[in-house]
């Protein structure tokens, strides 16, 4: 299957990274079950996907509140992202996304704007060989406002020295569309890879 793009000429690419260029949800989703676990938190799967791009960090405060958890925040993060360390091996690319990587590479510049840390995104690109692909990498720690709030896009444009219009978003939730579309970005939509 191929992932058409909007018509027009673009001057840079952002990816959002964690089911965009990398089909790792489901592995991102048994880390949070495995680390959550420990303290006894619940996260359904279908929150799990509708709270997609928003900051572990965001999500673990969030859980805490609904469930009445004191949780400490950098410490589930840091199980979290062991947990998920462990699951590299089996992580795959998005082929569509993928596809449109190696098409681009080296026409236009890249970015990826993830709500995940970048431990965590370089640890997934690095994974599958595409950590070099990118010449700027925004992820949660730096910027302060979360997707759908524009931040992060425009602080990847200022970047790549690209204005925010010429800039051509991927991503796969509804946050990170709005958070486009919000930069004054056109963008892809990329289908949830889970099998429901």
Request: with cysteine.
């Amino acid at each position: 299957m191929t992932l058409p793009l909007p018509p027009g000429e673009f001057a840079a690419y952002l990816f959002d990274c964690d089911g965009t260029i990398v089909d790792s949800m489901p592995l991102h989703y048994v880390a949070w079950q495995r680390a959550l676990g420990e303290w006894g938190c619940e996260f359904p799967e279908d929150l799990f996907y509708a709270w997609g791009g928003r900051p572990t960090a965001d999500i673990i405060v969030a859980l805490n509140e609904q469930q009445g958890l004191s949780m400490p925040v950098a410490t589930v993060v840091e199980r979290r992202e062991s947990y998920y360390e462990e699951l590299l091996p089996q992580l795959a690319a998005v082929p569509e996304v993928l596809a449109h990587i190696h098409d681009a590479h080296r026409r236009v510049p890249f970015a990826v704007v993830s709500g995940s840390t970048r431990a965590s995104v370089t640890a997934s690109l690095d994974a599958l060989g595409l950590l070099d692909r990118f010449d700027v990498l925004v992820c949660a720690d730096d910027y302060t406002r979360a997707k759908p709030d524009p931040q992060a896009f425009l602080l990847a444009a200022e970047h790549l020295g690209v204005a925010p219009e010429s800039c051509l978003v991927f991503e796969d939730t509804d946050l990170g569309i709005q958070a486009a579309t919000a930069a004054g970005m056109a963008s892809v939509r990329v289908p949830q890879q889970r099998t429901p």
